[in-house]
């Protein structure tokens, strides 16, 4: 360990090895730090006093140089400054006047009331954070992902170069983020209060589920894809007399595996599915993908189960067509491939479904 001897409560404060003790203690830095304590019985009463502003803190630290701490500190210091102060009394002498001012100052610099940099625990990169009262607004600097939880216990996964701005604590009736770039949604399900996600022209509509949101200033087109459950999306739409106007009448609704693409220039939303679907169905449902003289039309109905993509066949005309296939391990659009080429059909995705065109094996 360091030479913790002369460090004061303010510098236990900004130690990473402290800071991880306190607030994720393991058998290993327990050991250390009781065994340090009883080597330096002397410093107790000021790691108490650390430990709990650590606490009151909470697990995110700022990861700010030793001189722009110092020059954050000593601007709301400055205020301070401004309200006349008592003498305390001999009572007072712990708490007052010097530790404490400081630590107030590092509490308001630390939970938002400056710019500051934050160290996300589960990405590992850096971001941005400007906090008020009521909004936040969190820019992911770093180059992997930042996760952001939300007061309704939602999760987003912020992607590099993106933006989130969304307030401390939604309204009762709906809650409400912006969004600047792409993001991964985890939507904690409120059926009272629906979850909207507003991207440029593009706003999505959720009552509880998982979906991605792509909608980047420099790209001709916005998008969102399901993973889970189902969204509503529609474009914002312009009025000459009130401005920016929303429309849920036009929502199209997409499931898992399913997206929209928005048109920035035309505002155009077009269904589709996703460039690389994945199966849907639980690990205990699992599917056998081995197929041995199965009737194409057992194929089609085991791949829109296995996906949640609805498939568009004659089923009259290729119930008769066997076909002998191991599709394990290939993509969704490697398997239709090979399925369609052995009975000579084609398909083509139309408004997120997969529509086969084939004259049956009678013809072949």
Known sequence: ???????????????????????????????????????????????EMARELVKAVGPVPAPLSEAERNRAIGSILNHFDEYPQRAPSHRQVWFAPTFWFRAACICLLTIGFVWFFTKNENSGENGEILATKDMRIVANTGKTILRVRLSDSSTVYLSPNSKLSYPE??????????LSGGAFFEVARQPGRPFYVF?????????????????FDNESNASVSVKTGRVAVFAREKSPLTGDELSERSAVVIEPNQQIVLAHETVKLTKTIVPDPEIIIPPDEAIDFNFNDSPVSDIFKTLQKAYGIEIIFDEKTMKHCPVTATLTDLSLYEQLDLVCNAVRASYEVIDGRIVVDGKGCGEM
């Open 1 to 47: 360990m360091k030479d913790y001897q002369n460090f004061s409560a303010e510098d236990f404060l900004w130690d990473d090895a402290f800071r991880r003790w306190v607030l994720h203690p393991d058998a290993q830095n327990e050991a250390q730090w009781e065994s340090w304590l009883a080597q330096n019985p002397e410093k107790a009463e000021t790691v």
């Open 169 to 178: 604590h939604f309204s009762s009736t709906k809650r409400t983020i912006h």
């Open 199 to 215: 991207a440029g022209s593009l706003v999505t509509k959720v009552l509880g589920t998982s979906f991605h949101v792509r909608s």
